[in-house]
């Protein structure tokens, strides 16, 4: 069964702590994933990465980096939290090659104060 | 820059009765995805829909694609209460390589179906 798992499902932060959000995918794949969710604005790619310590930006990069030192390993991280940051974060993985199907985590949803 | 509209974004059925919910994108893909999402929950996978005129099925849910007209549909047959949720359509930004996958979403359709 394939999984993408979130370590953190539920977190709150202070404004201006460093925040890390991880995503472990067990599937062998090549790219990975993170979007945001927000009501009424769907999910925001944030940042990608197709390869180990490989990372691309998505639409709203502003505020978060990410590392992957391992291929099934793909971390967000919030250098300095702030409360525009509050929202629901969602790691995804899919096989670089052929595939079509792209898997979801549960989701982290984090609230900053 | 890819747009994707959904319309409509609320809609409240009653059981038994068809709908059909909009996905319209402003600028070429291959790849088209609809999702479910329940309240609290992550995404889950309902199709993907890889070319022209393409159509599928699952129970009471039908999905096409018009890469022509940049449009999607998914269409409920004999809406029933299960059915209640957000369903997400999003089109692959695809531009070569291995770079499947950077998705764009729309807004979301929030489902109700009542008795």
């Known amino acids: 069964d394939v999984k993408v798992t979130q370590s953190s499902r539920y977190l709150v932060k202070r404004t201006g702590e460093k925040v890390f959000l991880e995503c472990v995918q067990d599937?062998?794949?090549?790219?990975m994933f993170w979007y945001r969710q927000d009501p009424g604005l769907g999910l925001r790619l944030i940042y990608f990465?197709?390869?180990?310590?490989?990372?691309e930006k998505g639409d709203i990069p502003e505020g978060y980096s990410v590392s992957r030192e391992k291929k099934e390993r793909f971390s967000l991280i919030l250098e300095s939290a702030s409360t525009n940051q509050t929202s629901m974060y969602l790691c995804?993985?899919?096989?670089?090659?052929?595939?079509?199907?792209?898997?979801f985590g549960e989701g982290s949803w984090l609230t900053v104060v | 820059e890819l747009k994707v509209e959904q319309n409509p974004l609320f809609l409240s059925m009653q059981e038994g009765k068809n709908y059909t919910i909009y996905c319209n994108y402003s600028?070429?893909?291959?790849?088209l995805y609809w999702y479910r999402q329940d309240p609290g929950k992550s995404l889950e996978s309902l199709f993907v829909l890889l070319s022209n005129g393409a159509v599928k099925q699952e129970g009471r849910l039908m999905a096409s694609l018009d890469t022509k007209a940049r449009l999607s549909t998914l269409h409920i047959t004999a809406a029933v209460h299960d059915l209640s949720a957000t369903y997400f359509c999003?089109?692959?930004?695809?531009?070569?390589?291995?770079?499947?996958?950077?998705?764009?979403f729309g807004q979301g359709t929030i489902l109700t179906v009542h008795p």
């Open positions: 990465s197709y390869d180990v310590k490989m990372k």
């Open positions: 599937m062998d794949h090549e790219n």
């Open positions: 600028t070429t893909s291959d790849r």
């Open positions: 995804a993985s899919m096989t670089g090659s052929s595939g079509n199907t792209i898997y």
């Open positions: 999003a089109v692959d930004r695809f531009a070569g390589g291995t770079s499947y996958g950077k998705l764009t």
